[in-house]
């Protein structure tokens, strides 16, 4: 399911941005940023890092799902699905010799106005597992303290700080067997974007 997310992610990244910009040209990559990785960066690259995999507790419920056959002929009660949160630190990469900071900041800028504007993610973008996400829960923004330790996580990669963007993408996990069949909902549930400079 993750790496569904993850292609997803990038899908949507690339079919959203403005043709002819620096996303549309980057590359996305999906890899821990550490010196090594980035020594292999040989363009410009926004990279999407998954730090953090939890449990939405505010979203727990007890409340079973029913869920019918196509042809409504059958029916079955399925326990909710675990709502689980994919917290990823997107940065970017630039290998220009002159203002790369400047380049990066523009594919950021880039990047960001894409994700905002696709606060559900649009079906034409969701891979594999995603297309059959449950009903999304509503679009909240910039979730408060979730970036207040990433100094500690730029200093363990031994690099500089830098600005990022923390998207969090909130997934249902089904936990009974789902039929084949059976009228799902789609897309994901929850999406929080967060701008973070990382160097202040």
Excluded at 25 to 46: C, Q, S
Excluded at 79 to 84: A, D
Excluded at 141 to 156: Q, Y
């Amino acid at each position: 399911m993750i790496r569904d997310l993850d292609d997803t992610i990038a899908a949507m990244l690339k079919n959203r941005a403005p043709a002819g910009s620096a996303l549309a040209g980057a590359a996305i990559t999906f890899d821990l940023p550490d010196t090594k990785w980035r020594n292999k960066v040989n363009k410009l690259t926004v990279n999407c890092y998954l730090y953090d995999i939890r449990e939405n507790t505010e979203l727990r419920t007890e409340e079973p799902v029913l869920r019918r056959s196509a042809d409504l002929t059958r029916a079955v009660r399925l326990r909710p699905p675990v709502r689980i949160d994919c917290a990823y630190s997107i940065t970017a990469w630039s290998v220009a010799n002159t203002d790369p900071v400047l380049e990066e900041h523009r594919v950021l800028s880039q990047a960001l106005l894409v994700l905002l504007r696709n606060r559900r993610i649009l079906a034409a973008d969701l891979k594999g597992s995603m297309v059959n996400q449950p009903v999304p829960y509503p679009t909240v923004i910039a979730a408060p303290d979730s970036t207040k330790n990433n100094p500690d996580f730029w200093k363990a990669l031994d690099q500089e700080l830098r600005p990022a963007l923390n998207y969090v993408v909130t997934l249902g996990m089904w936990l009974d067997p789902v039929p084949p069949d059976a009228a799902l909902g789609r897309v994901v549930d929850r999406v929080v974007v967060e701008t973070a400079n990382k160097a202040e």
